[in-house]
């Protein structure tokens, strides 16, 4: 089992696992260790640890991912409508199109069907998802919350799907 990293940044204690940092001020996710979502200590309301997915806002990309790929589709259909008619001919706009949205598109539908663990960190105003690495367990991540309770008196609660408990 590896263990949690504890070490100081900026004069302060911090405690980093699988891309998420507590700290006595913040909860963090991280991105190549810089924090790209964070979330003031005093503005936790709720923290809760959870198994499904990872998007942010699911169904926002899964919207969004669909309106590409439908957009990809009716460009192919264009693109092979004119090709027949043009006698083979291709047009690079249209190829191109037909490319980008299919490929964000299906990166965006990829994501959506992505699960893994994750800190949901309810405030006043907002709900933010703190993502662990998928790499991570789930005993590791369990040890790590136990010890960012510990030290700094974070009250998370598992709300993780019985049948994930152990995945």
């Not at 936790?44 to 990309?61: L, S, T």
């Not at 460009?75 to 190829?95: A, H, Y």
């Not at 893994?116 to 105003?125: A, I, P, Q």
């Amino acid at each position: 089992m590896e263990t949690s990293k504890a070490f100081e940044e900026d004069g302060a204690a911090v405690l980093e696992k699988g891309n998420v940092r507590f700290s006595a001020e913040e909860l963090a996710e991280l991105d190549r260790k810089r924090a790209v979502i964070r979330v003031p200590r005093d503005r936790c309301r709720e923290i809760a640890w959870r198994y499904g997915p990872r998007a942010a806002r699911p169904w926002v990309q899964a919207t969004l991912g669909l309106v590409c790929l439908a957009g990809g589709f009716y460009l192919l259909v264009r693109l092979l409508e004119e090709w027949w008619r043009g006698g083979g001919v291709l047009w690079i706009e249209q190829v191109a199109g037909l490319v980008v949205l299919g490929f964000v598109g299906g990166a965006l539908l990829t994501d959506v069907l992505r699960k893994g663990h994750y800190l949901e960190v309810r405030t006043d105003k907002s709900t933010e998802k703190l993502r662990f690495d998928r790499s991570v367990s789930p005993g590791d991540i369990e040890t790590f919350l136990a010890e960012a309770g510990r030290r700094w008196g974070y009250s998370i609660v598992d709300q993780r799907p019985a049948a994930s408990v152990h995945t």
